[in-house]
């Protein structure tokens, strides 16, 4: 029987609501499909056979069952699927409507809720895989309450409409700790709500290093760079590149047993870290700015900082000679390119010779959606894309993704995402260059031509040939530095 991972599935709604809740729980079968009148279901244990009989019997369909890889993940789905009185009802109140747009947002992986104000009533959207998607309208009734009971549930002021406002809910939803970064803003129809979906589970909030998506060649530099004693590491990209999950993916391999003291500065906190002393920064107060924080910071004995973001040049200088005084220090930038972080904290105000000796590694990365398992299909890849990705057009067995959609994907054709990465170890003509007050092209030509390191293009490339994302979206993500 073929095995299936729960996680990457999306169950449409028309779907579930061929098995009764109660049903699909006794019997421990998630529907997942179904096509030419055939049913397919997730199974697990050793008396799956059994169960399938029974829901063939019940549903008068044919069935026919995949194997959950995890059953505990099947329970989990089972739970989050069919929820104990979350489902909708016409007179449903905004409790627990709000407590189901969270539920579906689970269930469908969503990174971000958006609740937007039109100008009668609204709608619900979720930012999936990177991608909006419109879940559901509202009556501008519903739209009102829902508003105020997650104003209220993230002690924020009801009465203010008119001034954008930040907070956060913690719940317990279906036995799950869900954290909720909510902000708002005024429009010209009432008040846009964005609710950001963070985790509470420090094993699941943690991706290993080796699983977000870095080429063994990359993987090696950065796993160099963090064992370095002292010296800063930079990340860089857009927001929603995936630069925090990089950031906590290497405290995850830094905190090891436990043996180093590792401190972060956020602005929020977004995942809470076992093993890692977190301090949130307090900018509305000015309490607790990211300059003040640092400062103390080394006066705790810290052997690793993580920094949120190096916004300034005060913020700056105190990284570089956290790094000077024995610290390894890891941060952001906002920049577009590994090499236009070699040059952005000169730019900052920081003398050259600073960042030379103490910058190790520069990195750029971007997110981009990885083909579903189900649907996807090879191709040949165009004249036009050989050239444009520098593969050999000669080359009979050169085979690309092709996707389609299906209903395990949403009809998306993606399941997930993954990073893009280019990196720049400080070597010593970097710090020759450096100090000479190189530009952005110069250090591209010596790491990219002469040293042949990967660029962002060229880690695309190699991950569309092994068919892990596809060429449309190597296309969108490094568009911007081609």
């Known amino acids: ?37 055939l049913l397919l279901v997730a199974a697990s244990g050793e008396d799956a056979l059994d169960s399938v009989e029974q829901l063939e019997n019940i549903t008068g369909m044919a069935v026919d069952a995949v194997m959950a890889d995890n059953p505990d993940m099947l329970a989990k789905a089972l739970k989050r699927y069919y929820p104990d009185g979350l489902h909708s009802s016409r007179g449903e109140n905004a409790t627990l409507l709000f407590d189901r ?75 799950d700790q869900v954290s909720l970064r909510v902000a708002t803003v005024p429009t010209v129809h009432g008040e846009h709500i964005t609710l950001r979906l963070l985790t509470q589970d420090d094993d699941q909030a943690l991706a290993a290093l080796n699983t977000i998506g870095m080429s063994d060649e990359h993987y ?52 809470p870290v076992s093993g890692v002393t977190q301090i949130k920064v307090d900018s509305d107060s000015g309490r607790v700015t990211f300059n003040k924080a640092l400062r103390s910071v080394l006066r705790h004995d810290p052997d690793v900082i993580m920094i949120g973001e190096i916004r300034d040049g005060e913020t700056g200088d105190i990284a570089i000679k956290s790094a000077l005084t024995g610290h390894l220090v890891l941060s952001t930038l906002h920049t577009n390119s590994a090499a236009g972080v070699l040059t952005r904290l000169v730019n900052l105000g920081i003398a050259p010779f600073l960042v030379a000796s103490t910058l190790r590694l520069a990195i750029a990365q971007r997110l981009v959606r990885t083909p579903c398992s189900h649907c996807i299909s090879f191709r040949c890849p165009t004249e036009a894309e050989c050239v444009e990705f520098g593969w050999d057009s000669a080359d009979s067995g050169l085979k690309v993704p092709d996707v389609h959609g299906c209903s395990f994907c949403g009809n998306t054709g993606y399941s997930g995402r993954l990073g893009l990465y280019e990196m720049i170890p400080v070597d010593r003509e970097i710090k020759k260059m450096i100090i000479s007050g190189a530009d952005e092209h110069d250090f591209s030509d010596y790491a990219y031509t002469r040293r042949g390191l990967a660029s962002l293009k ?10 892990r994302t596809t060429v449309e979206e190597v296309r969108a993500a490094a568009s911007s530095i081609f």
Not at 101 to 111: D, E, P
């Open 458 to 467: 060229a880690d695309g490339a190699g991950k569309i040939l092994q068919g």
């Open 1 to 37: 029987m073929k095995t299936i991972d729960i996680n990457k599935v999306v169950v449409p709604q028309p779907v579930l609501d061929l098995v009764p809740a109660a049903v699909a729980r006794r019997l421990k079968l998630l529907p997942l499909s179904i096509e030419n009148d």
């Open 220 to 271: 090696a530099m950065l796993i160099q760079a963090l064992a370095d004693p002292n010296g800063i590491i930079l990340l860089s990209g857009p927001t929603g590149s995936g630069k925090t999950t990089t950031l906590y993916a290497a405290l995850r391999h830094l905190r090891g047993d436990g043996g180093r003291h590792l401190v972060s500065i956020e602005d929020p906190v977004e995942k």
């Open 101 to 175: 747009i969270v539920n579906r947002a689970m269930q469908l992986r969503a990174s971000d809720i958006h609740i937007s104000p039109h100008k009668s009533g609204g709608s619900v959207k979720m930012r999936i895989d990177g991608q909006m998607r419109k879940d559901l309208d509202l009556g501008e009734g519903i739209l009102t309450e829902l508003t105020s009971v997650i104003k209220i549930a993230a002690d924020l002021d009801i009465a203010e409409k008119r001034t954008p406002l930040d907070g956060n809910i913690n719940m317990n939803l279906l036995g």
